[in-house]
């Protein structure tokens, strides 16, 4: 993990070419993919740097990860004793050094990070896009969507032909439980424009933790619930590899 100096003298850099660009709004995986199996958690407490233990199977794990209802879905329980802990939704204290409300992917650690008053952050683990579809550089969270509809872009529907159903002349895949955005997107502006690059829900809960998706950062549906309720308007994004 760099340290805040390192971290404040990154260059980050804009996307080349808006076909790119485009690249970046498919936001699904190219396959399946495992999860470890876990059987420890670790808290970290506000400002303190003391770790407290807490057993796999909790009743506080069970609520933060259990079965929910939202905007007329029910989203299915997440399996987390099979996510490797790290991952699980944390408060630590906060190792970015930005200004609070700022919100920071670590992209080589998949984790994400909201910047709180008071020295902590909350943690997300992600999973990130995978070789060739990454991206990397600083932007603002300019729009916001519940449940939102998912449109591939040309590019990936010549990838994948199967996805020309849900294309943009015929009207994007409606919001649901196998959208790729899952139940929550954030979208990333640069300098005004959009990147089509997303902070997102997923179903798929086994992709956390790993470099699958075309481009954009991906958090357990439960979890972008949270940080959707947490973020502020207009929040600054950095995003670095």
């Known amino acids: 993990m760099p340290s805040s100096d390192q971290f404040s003298?990154?260059?980050f850099l804009s996307l080349s070419a808006v076909g790119a660009a485009s690249l970046l709004a498919g936001c699904a995986s190219s396959r399946p993919v495992g999860g470890p199996i876990a059987t420890t958690i670790t808290y970290r407490d506000g400002g303190s740097r003391l770790?407290?233990?807490?057993?796999?199977?909790?009743?506080?794990?069970?609520a933060m990860y259990g079965e929910i209802y939202d905007g007329g879905y029910v989203i299915p329980a997440v399996?987390?004793?099979?996510?490797d802990?790290?991952?699980?939704?944390?408060?630590?204290?906060?190792?970015?050094?930005?200004?609070?409300g700022t919100i920071v992917v670590d992209?080589?650690?998949?984790?994400?990070?909201?910047?709180?008053?008071?020295?902590?952050?909350?943690?997300?683990?992600v999973g990130i896009g995978r070789e060739g579809f990454a991206w990397q550089g600083t932007g603002v969270i300019q729009w916001r969507q519940k449940w939102?509809?998912?449109?591939?872009?040309?590019?990936?529907?010549?990838?994948?032909?199967?996805?020309?159903?849900?294309?943009?002349?015929?009207?994007?895949?409606?919001?649901?439980?196998?959208?790729p955005l899952g139940a929550r997107a954030l979208y990333i502006f640069q300098n005004?424009?959009?990147?089509?690059?997303?902070?997102?829900?997923?179903?798929?809960?086994?992709?956390?933790?790993?470099?699958?998706?075309?481009?954009?950062?991906?958090l357990l549906n439960q979890d972008v619930i949270d940080l959707y309720e947490r973020v502020p308007n207009k929040a600054r994004v950095l995003v670095w590899q």
């Open 9 to 11: 003298r990154r260059t």
């Open 51 to 62: 770790d407290r233990p807490m057993a796999v199977g909790s009743a506080e794990l069970d």
């Open 79 to 83: 399996p987390y004793q099979r996510i």
């Open 85 to 100: 802990p790290r991952f699980y939704r944390q408060r630590v204290v906060d190792p970015t050094g930005q200004p609070p």
């Open 107 to 125: 992209t080589p650690s998949r984790f994400l990070y909201l910047v709180e008053s008071g020295g902590t952050a909350m943690r997300y683990g």
């Open 148 to 179: 939102p509809k998912w449109t591939p872009p040309d590019e990936m529907i010549a990838r994948k032909p199967e996805l020309a159903e849900y294309s943009a002349d015929n009207g994007g895949m409606p919001p649901g439980l196998d959208n």
């Open 192 to 218: 005004g424009e959009d990147t089509l690059y997303r902070l997102h829900g997923s179903p798929e809960w086994n992709s956390i933790g790993k470099a699958v998706s075309s481009g954009c950062v991906r």
